[in-house]
């Protein structure tokens, strides 16, 4: 065996560039594949047994040894995750005019963002009050050419159904306005501006960035900000936001290893003047998701099963007759190496491709089928033990952790979380990495967490071999779309947060990645058919039943809407929605899906509306349309700050 220890000691030189040397870690914490709650389309309860407690380090030293020993654990081979990141609307909100000596004049309605919790602000393009809009139509990067109308405009949308550019700010981002302060989240600094006279706007904060910006809400006039910065420099202090800044003995980590790229820190800032009035720093995955609601902040810090570890695990537990004796005993002594995860990847391919290739092409046919269906069902039974995905609560007003707990798999996005009267829903994809066989097995899960984010029921087993494309949480109602050919919509019973039902599910063709609630008894679906815009009203009046009461693929091959649910503008007095499309822009029924209007407008970013008059922005232009005769009324080409 002198070559296998001479072809290990030159790994643990490559492995240093892949990630450093492995430490012993314990497995993600699972459920027995006999458990009765781990079978399709079942129910049951999944209670981690690993701990999922945040600790701080004693010292600089201590933390910068963590993240260490963290990155050596699983490195980038460790990842393989769903890929990228993929409420009804608020009642129309009123502004109200006022005389000189305080006397109300008149009230219009306008529309607000789509948001996911009514009363918490969302950072988007487009901010209005009724008589003023604030857009942003790019996020202006350093070196971005000037081709179109860049920086932020202030446009006059009063009387409804006319629109003037009245105003211009040099820079670009998301806004969030907190009544006379317009927040403005850029790539490279947080700047507030008072907005108190529109046509003059006056800037009165401004914190530099160093990370870029998660996730943002506005709530009760405080804008909460999660920063993301990268670890690969000195990982503390951290420093995200000037005037911010975290020592490394105040940085939390989860108890155990977990990928460490990203250091995640909830700032708390007043928006009518930027000073922080707390932060908190925690040390996770690249990806999280972040969602919020009136008393807590929610942060995923997803954490899968190195490759190279379920590689090995698989090939000595499940493969071992196949393979040589010489091979196996190999394998053996790689896994009692102090290797990097990559390094062991990287042998156990050397030693399957070496046995391969002795065999002539019908043997080796023959050997891969066999191994690809022994992964199948090797995987299939340790699928929810493969990929954990902590959850860590912080409370919106001193930002203390209030609670941490894990489930099983990794969500897709914010609306896979959702608190409702002290439960927290999450939906999750659970999934097996892809080897060399097969693509991954994956199943579909919701689970139910109380008070202690301890896991109190769940609904497991939803369309094996889908994933999650879209999740709507509505009530004591869930809603959650699958896809791989077709689209189940299922449909779940929350009511019992300990013992969560499947009611009903619906397949057909596309998708729907985005739901939103039309009624009590009417759910649209926006999502895709064969490369087009597909629009689907469901009836779910009967849960155990949802049916298609209207199905429509449009002649568009994109909207923004699909994956972004800023882009989406409900009207529910006109009983019509607006989606931009590639082609301008079309407003759509909600009675029956006909279009009623086709937009003609160059690059369409959003929409909303002004007493009855529909205002639609596009990169360099507004066009307003009255939504009683969908006639035009209204159009300015947007002008840069400088000219």
Same mark, same amino acid.
């Given at each position: 065996m002198a070559s296998t220890r001479a072809l290990v000691l030159a790994l643990l030189v490559v492995g240093a560039s892949v990630g450093g040397l492995v430490l012993a870690t314990a497995s993600p914490p699972g459920m027995d594949s006999d458990d009765p709650g781990s079978g399709p389309g079942t129910t049951g309860t999944y209670a981690p047994d690993g701990d999922t407690d945040l600790v701080t380090a004693d010292s600089a030293a201590e933390f910068e040894s963590y993240v260490r020993q963290a990155s050596r654990a699983y490195g980038d081979s460790g990842r393989f995750g769903l890929g990228d990141r993929v409420v009804m609307l608020a009642d129309a909100e009123m502004a109200v005019e006022t005389t000189s000596d305080g006397s109300v004049t008149k009230q219009v309605r306008?529309?607000?963002?789509?948001?996911?919790?009514?009363?918490?602000?969302?950072?988007?393009?487009?901010?209005?009050?009724?008589?003023?809009?604030?857009?942003?139509?790019?996020?202006?990067?350093?070196?971005?050419?000037?081709?179109?109308?860049?920086?932020?405009?202030?446009?006059?949308?009063?009387?409804? @159904?006319?629109?003037?550019?009245?105003?211009?700010?040099?820079?670009?981002?998301?806004?969030?306005?907190?009544?006379?302060?317009?927040?403005?989240? @850029?790539?490279?600094?947080?700047? @507030?501006?008072?907005?108190?006279?529109?046509?003059?706007?006056?800037?009165?904060?401004?914190?530099?960035?160093?990370?870029?910006?998660?996730?943002?809400?506005?709530?009760?006039?405080?804008?909460?900000?999660?920063?993301?910065?990268? #670890?690969?420099?000195?990982?503390?202090?951290?420093?995200?936001?000037?005037?911010?800044?975290?020592?490394?003995?105040?940085?939390?980590?989860?108890?155990?290893?977990?990928?460490?790229?990203?250091?995640?820190?909830?700032?708390?800032?007043?928006?009518?003047?930027?000073?922080?009035? %707390?932060?908190?720093?925690?040390?996770?995955?690249?990806?999280?998701?972040?969602?919020?609601?009136?008393?807590? #902040?929610?942060?995923?810090?997803?954490?899968?099963?190195?490759? @190279?570890?379920?590689?090995?695990?698989?090939?000595?537990?499940?493969?071992?007759?196949?393979?040589?004796?010489?091979?196996?005993?190999?394998?053996? %002594?790689?896994?009692?190496?102090?290797?990097?995860?990559? %390094?062991?990847?990287?042998?156990?391919?050397?030693?399957?491709?070496?046995?391969?290739?002795?065999?002539?092409?019908?043997?080796?046919?023959?050997?891969?089928?066999?191994l690809a269906e022994r992964y199948r069902n090797y995987t299939r039974d340790r699928l929810r033990e493969l990929t954990t995905t902590q959850v860590v609560e912080v409370r919106t007003g001193d930002l203390a952790v209030e609670a941490t707990g894990a489930v099983p798999g990794e969500p897709l996005n914010q609306w896979a979380l959702d608190e409702h009267e002290g439960t927290l829903r999450i939906a999750t994809t659970v999934r097996a990495p892809r080897m060399r066989w097969q693509p991954a097995n994956t199943s579909n899960d919701v689970y139910t967490l109380d008070r202690d984010l301890d896991v109190a029921g769940s609904v497991q087993g939803m369309s094996d071999g889908q994933e999650v494309f879209g999740v709507r949480f509505v009530g004591d109602t869930g809603y959650v779309v699958t896809f791989r050919q077709v689209d189940p919509l299922h449909v779940l019973d929350l009511s019992d947060p300990t013992a969560p039902t499947e009611e009903g599910e619906l397949k057909l063709p596309g998708f729907s990645r985005y739901l939103h609630p039309l009624s009590e008894d009417r759910l649209l679906g926006i999502g895709e058919e064969d490369g087009r815009v597909k629009t689907v009203i469901f009836d779910v009046s009967d849960p155990t039943d949802p049916t298609i009461e209207h199905s429509r693929v449009l002649r568009a091959h994109w909207s923004a809407a699909v994956d972004n649910h800023h882009a989406f503008l409900h009207d529910q007095r006109h009983e019509v929605f607006y989606l931009p499309t590639e082609f301008g822009g079309q407003v759509v029924s909600t009675e029956d899906l006909s279009t009623h209007k086709r937009v003609s407008i160059h690059d369409p970013r959003r929409a909303i509306y002004v007493g009855d008059s529909l205002y639609v922005f596009g990169q360099q232009e507004v066009v307003v349309l009255n939504e009683t005769t969908w006639e035009r009324t209204g159009h300015v080409r947007l002008s840069s700050p400088e000219t």
């Open positions: 306008h529309s607000s963002t789509n948001v996911q919790e009514v009363g918490i602000g969302e950072p988007d393009l487009v901010k209005t009050d009724g008589r003023v809009a604030y857009y942003s139509p790019t996020e202006r990067f350093r070196f971005q050419p000037k081709d179109g109308a860049t920086g932020l405009h202030v446009l006059s949308v009063r009387p409804p @159904g006319s629109v003037e550019q009245i105003g211009a700010i040099d820079e670009s981002g998301r806004l969030l306005r907190a009544n006379d302060t317009l927040v403005v989240l @850029g790539h490279e600094a947080v700047t @507030g501006y008072d907005v108190s006279d529109p046509a003059t706007p006056e800037q009165v904060w401004n914190r530099s960035l160093d990370g870029r910006v998660t996730g943002a809400r506005l709530l009760d006039g405080q804008v909460y900000l999660v920063v993301a910065s990268g #670890l690969d420099r000195q990982p503390c202090p951290v420093e995200p936001l000037a005037g911010v800044s975290t020592p490394c003995t105040e940085v939390l980590h989860p108890s155990g290893l977990v990928p460490t790229e990203t250091t995640y820190t909830v700032a708390k800032l007043d928006a009518e003047t930027g000073v922080p009035d %707390a932060t908190r720093s925690i040390v996770g995955p690249r990806d999280s998701v972040v969602y919020m609601s009136e008393e807590s #902040l929610y942060l995923t810090l997803t954490r899968p099963t190195p490759r @190279g570890e379920l590689m090995l695990d698989f090939l000595l537990e499940s493969a071992a007759d196949e393979l040589p004796p010489e091979s196996v005993e190999h394998l053996r %002594a790689v896994r009692g190496y102090n290797l990097s995860d990559g %390094a062991r990847y990287a042998e156990a391919q050397h030693v399957l491709n070496t046995w391969l290739q002795s065999m002539d092409e019908a043997e080796r046919k023959r050997v891969n089928e066999r």
